[in-house]
């Protein structure tokens, strides 16, 4: 599922994730994924990763700490 192909491209694109919490459900399944980078560039580098493999994604916040 589209879970599974979120989680590929973020450890293709050499990401980890910590943590995913099940945030909605409804219309619409939203989740909570935190994920570790090693830096600003490597952030993007996992969003374009997960963009490009996930089609039917909508990434409604991203935060780089």
Do not use: K
């Amino acid at each position: 599922g589209m879970l599974g192909r979120v989680a590929g491209a973020i450890g293709d694109a050499g990401g980890t994730i910590s943590a995913v919490d099940l945030v909605e459900v409804g219309e619409r399944l939203v989740r909570d994924v935190t994920v570790d980078a090693t830096d600003a560039d490597h952030w993007d580098a996992i969003l374009a990763a997960i963009r490009m493999g996930a089609t039917a994604l909508d990434i409604l916040f991203s935060a780089r700490r």
